[in-house]
């Protein structure tokens, strides 16, 4: 229960990140034509996830509460794409080519065809 509690608790305190990052940088930028926020937390969060996972496994001992607090809790919140890549690095190190190829590929076409049928969906509401 207490993972639970804290992975949502980080889960808010990502997503409130994520609001402001994302503020800030749309108040700086007059007409956006890119999703110049969005690029930035993604791989701001696919790179927070890399460095902490990396020194979880490798130098830091942390408690597996606290790993997944953050980890998923906290940069979960903060940016789904950073478990997306973290998955798919984590497969291509462990020589599975084939199954990080197709969770890319999946992904990403899956992806915009969810978002593309669900604008077509809300259309006819």
Do not use: C, H
């Amino acid at each position: 229960m207490t993972k639970i509690i804290l992975v949502l608790l980080g889960g808010a305190f990502g997503t409130g990140v994520r609001y402001f990052l994302s503020s800030f940088i749309y108040s700086r930028i007059r007409e956006p034509t890119f999703p110049y926020a969005n690029l930035v937390i993604n791989v701001t969060g696919s790179f927070l996830v890399g460095v902490l996972a990396e020194l979880f496994e490798a130098r830091v001992l942390i408690s597996p509460t606290a790993r997944v607090a953050l980890l998923t809790g906290v940069l979960g919140g903060y940016t789904t794409f950073s478990s997306f890549t973290f998955e798919t690095v984590t497969l291509l190190r462990d020589g599975e080519f084939g199954l990080a190829t197709l969770n890319v590929s999946s992904s990403v076409i899956l992806g915009l065809a969810a978002v593309w049928l669900g604008m077509k969906l809300a259309q006819l509401l």
